[in-house]
């Protein structure tokens, strides 16, 4: 008996073992097996006795254990057999060898390749030294009416968390400043100039939390002093040409357009991949002690991810009841000071919920869905790709048995032979499961060729770095590969080796067993399975597809083709009328306007209320344009008028958009003349002069939010978003017809930015293009599901064209016969196809609600979705049965169109 309870070795290792070894010798074997997995599992942990115990087992029924009755067997002769006899076996059927090879090739390499994605979107951040003591804290958005959690916090939560938790080892925060202009200058070179899209800053102990590897600098003080500067080993190479940087300077370019000097004192080398944390440079968070000191927002200026370390063996579940009293704590003179609301009020019955959220679990997170500092993956399609992927190793495997069982009458008289010469069943099951391992071992290396010449495509169409050499130089890995290849061929090869190994030899060499037809129904089940699945792939691929093609066509509420966007104009200081009016000149130039932030990019927002008496308070996108803005994107308005630069009073006046006004109960008429204020304890009234049509400002996914447009000249209302502005210029369609009038024209605009100001990079975007991208992640999907269902369908048409081809040479008599009884070759090719047919039929039918039910729910993530409709089912069905009819086709010409004497000449 076994001395912990319910740790019994594996049930199914335990029946192999009992129906393929020897009576006389399974009391020996168990008691062995059984003693060597207690000891087992009193020395080691549960799964490695288990695993272990697989691998005895195995050893056993390969002949390769140790024990004594296999000493004294010549395992060597006894391979060498196996090995020849499949051989034979597999030149004796080419066409069953190649169908088969080829589908396990098929089904192994691309379970491979969704193996290395899923693997490699599953491990982020496992690579830091302490990973299960590293949190984030998160909190609830308070910026959009607290439906979804935040990575983000104010600066002061670090704070309250070092004086309140005393478990915290750590307590640490990092801060994203965005866009930031730098230059570096040496004597014997011209300045460089570039854009650092991540560029950070940090305190002092986030080394002490995330030790990344230092090529150069001390972890302890890099980040000590204001202006130190952590760059990362390629930002080195880019500045100084080398790696060897410690002392050396950066410039960067402050908001008020002085330049700042960072001095670098740490070199790092270049961050993983897998990291939710991505940088190239990393300054010291007292750099920025300005706006640190602005102590009225430090709980509502949500731009910090704040980061702990907790104690060795600390209760996490604990910590989190303790963390949701320091908000009540610490927050209320801020909701006072700015909102003029008492804590309850802000909060509005939301909870203000701190939690703390494992740091490997954070790229892979539903919530918060958002990360500031770096890469976002989606847990839905990592699901979705390891489903698939284990889907189609299973047609593989579905294949593999299908064209066994199918030639089990080739077979039949090679069981009798042997069973009559003495040859026990387990003998024969080793013959068979040894053929099948062959097989899936060799397309595994088959596998393995091609995953290595693949994923350069795949690396392009997903946008990763998977690798599958280094992998072949692990252990782990190729035991892991061995498993895998020992596990598949028993999986594949178990049905048909119990099923061929249970024919009686008495009915074998009578010829009482009916050729091809014993497990027929099996087969069959099989077959609708594998075309369940296809089918299912094909009507998910044509809506991807569909959803994409109706996001393209959508009404966005403005005209985005034509239009040129223009970027860093907020670089060139607070006055750049002469850049309008430069770029206005251009020839193919009919409009332009300013704004800060463009479209479907604009994420800035506050909150806002009506200057009624009681009024709620609400969430309100921002975006600033000038007086031209709304004209060149062709908006339309339901009521009022635009901003005028001829009514200094317009400057502070606003326009809504139809959801806007909807959240605030009014029409589009009465709208006009009434006043909204930022819900911040001000005094500031805005009078609203206009109510435009809704227009897309954000992808298409999300719909469309409330939105209030600001003159870019109020300067009595603080938008985060604000400090990045655009120029957007309307083109003439005839003007840029060709992509060499397109070129001049962005040369041209470059010209007169670089005229003005050298040192600032030329950007650019067009806003179609940018509407295209937001669906950046959908398409690389769609695409590798379209090829991902290709594959599925090429493997289950290899099953059933085997199974055509062995049916069709089981029958060729049968038709012949029928032939010269007077059947037509339509009527043979009809009769022959027939029961193929209804299978793909049965599948389509099951196949149908289950992709219905996959399709809804993945539509269920977009705002515009298109409708389901049955058409795309329709032209799914006719698609697999046109494949169907393709596959077995050629067979069923190839046999009726025999001729009878050649046939049956011997009869």
């Known amino acids: 008996m076994f001395s912990k309870k ?48 697989w691998v005895d087992a195995l050893h056993l029924l390969f002949g390769f254990t140790s024990f004594k009755l296999f000493k004294t067997q010549n395992n060597t002769i006894m391979l060498k057999s196996m090995f020849i006899i499949a051989w034979r076996n597999a030149i004796r059927q080419k066409q069953f060898t190649v169908l088969n090879l080829l589908g396990l090739t098929i089904g192994i390499s691309i379970s491979l390749t969704i193996g290395l994605y899923v693997y490699n979107e599953s491990n982020f951040d496992e690579f830091l030294t302490e990973k299960d003591r590293i949190y984030r804290v998160n909190q609830p958005d308070i910026w959009n009416e607290w439906t979804e959690m935040s990575s983000t916090t104010g600066p002061n939560v670090a704070t309250a968390l070092r004086a309140e938790i005393a478990e915290f080892e750590e307590v640490t925060r990092i801060l994203v400043m965005g866009n930031q202009f730098t230059r570096y200058s040496a004597e014997s070179t011209k300045a460089k100039t570039f854009k650092e899209l991540r560029f950070h800053l940090a305190e002092e102990n986030f080394f002490k939390v995330f030790d990344y590897e230092f090529l150069q600098g001390n972890p302890a003080t890099a980040l000590a002093a204001p202006m130190n500067l952590v760059v990362t080993e390629t930002t080195a190479k880019r500045y100084f040409g080398t790696t060897d940087a410690l002392g050396k300077s950066i410039e960067v370019k402050d908001w008020d357009g002085s330049w700042k000097t960072y001095v670098v004192t740490a070199v790092l080398a270049d961050l993983p991949s897998q990291s939710h944390l991505q940088f190239d440079m990393l300054a010291s968070l007292t750099s920025n002690q300005e706006q640190m000191d602005y102590h009225s927002w430090k709980w509502i200026w949500t731009a910090f991810s704040t980061y702990v370390l907790v104690n060795e063996g600390a209760d996490i579940d604990a910590l989190t009841d303790k963390l949701q009293t320091i908000p009540p704590k610490y927050a209320p003179p801020t909701t006072e000071r700015i909102f003029n609301q008492s804590y309850e009020e802000f ?52 294949n593999f048995i299908n064209l066994s069982t199918a030639r089990s009458a080739n077979r039949a008289k090679e069981v009798g032979v042997r069973k009559v010469l003495g040859s026990q069943r387990g003998t024969l099951v080793r013959q068979f499961v040894f053929e099948s391992v062959l097989f899936v071992a060799i397309g595994t290396l088959l596998a393995l060729v091609v995953v290595n010449s693949a994923l350069n495509w795949f690396n392009i169409v997903a946008e990763r770095e998977l690798s599958l050499i280094p992998w072949l130089s692990q252990p782990s890995f190729l035991l892991i590969l061995l498993l895998f290849v020992l596990g598949l061929g028993i999986l594949s090869g178990g049905y048909p080796a119990f099923y061929l190994s249970s024919f009686k030899p008495i009915a074998v060499i009578k010829g009482q067993l009916s050729k091809g037809n014993k497990g027929k129904s099996f087969r069959n089940a099989l077959v609708v399975f594998q075309f369940t699945i296809s089918i299912c792939l094909i009507i998910c691929s044509l809506f991807v597809q569909k959803q994409l093609r109706y996001a393209s066509t959508i009404d966005l509420g403005l005209t985005e083709e034509n239009l040129l966007q223009i970027h860093n104009i907020e670089q060139f200081g607070f006055n750049s009328e002469p850049i309008k009016t430069a770029l206005s000149g251009l020839a193919a130039v009919s409009e332009i306007g300013k704004s800060f932030g463009i479209p479907p990019n604009v994420g800035s927002g506050d909150r806002y209320r009506s200057t009624e008496p009681n009024a709620p308070v609400l969430q309100l996108s921002n975006l600033r344009v000038d007086e031209d803005y709304l004209d060149v994107i062709d908006v339309s308005f339901l009521s009022g008028r635009n901003f005028d630069i001829e009514r200094p009073a317009d400057k502070y006046r606003v ?56 003159h870019h000249g109020n300067d009595r209302v603080w938008d985060y978003g604000a400090g990045l502005s655009y120029y957007t210029l309307r083109l003439k369609p005839s003007a840029v017809q060709t992509s060499d009038n397109l070129r001049v024209l962005i040369n041209d605009s470059e010209a007169i930015l670089k005229g003005i100001d050298q040192s600032i990079p030329f950007e650019f975007s067009f806003m179609d293009q940018q509407f295209e991208d937001s669906f950046r992640n959908e398409q690389r999907m769609g695409a590798v599901l379209n090829f991902f269902t290709l594959m599925a369908m090429v493997i289950a048409c290899l099953g059933l064209f085997g199974l055509a081809a062995y049916s069709a040479e089981q029958r060729t008599k049968e038709l012949s016969i029928r032939k010269v009884l007077g059947a037509k070759t339509s009527q043979l090719t009809l009769l022959f196809s027939t029961g193929f047919i209804k299978l793909v039929g049965l599948s389509i039918l099951v196949s149908v609600p289950l992709a219905y039910w996959l399709v809804n729910i993945w539509l269920e993530g977009f705002a515009y979705r ?11 069905a006719l698609i697999s049965l046109l494949i169907a009819i393709f596959t077995t086709g050629y067979q069923s010409l190839y046999v009726a169109s025999k001729n009878p004497v050649d046939t049956l000449k011997s009869e």
Request: aromatic letters at 10%.
């Open 6 to 53: 319910g740790h019994k070795p594996p049930r199914l290792a335990d029946w192999l073992v009992s129906n393929l070894i020897g009576d006389e010798y399974l009391e020996e074997f168990f008691g062995d097996l059984q003693e060597i997995y207690e000891d087992r599992l009193a020395s080691k942990s549960r799964a490695y006795a288990w695993c272990m115990y």
């Open 347 to 398: 909060t509005a019955g939301n909870p203000w919920k701190l939690e703390l959220q494992p740091v490997t679990d954070i790229y892979l997170g539903v919530s918060p869905s958002q990360n500031a500092f770096g890469p976002v993956g989606n847990a839905q399609v990592v699901q979705i790709f390891a489903a698939i992927g284990v889907v189609i190793l299973l047609l593989s495997c579905i």
């Open 655 to 710: 326009i809504l958009n139809e959801e806007a006004i909807k959240l605030l109960g009014w029409n589009a008429e009465d709208a006009i003349g009434r006043s909204i204020a930022v819900a911040s304890g001000n005094e500031d009234e805005f009078k609203v002069i206009g109510v435009v049509k809704d227009f897309n400002f954000q992808s298409t996914k999300t719909g469309i939010l409330p939105l209030i447009l600001l």
């Open 866 to 876: 298109t409708p389901i409709q049955v058409g795309v089912f329709a032209l799914a």
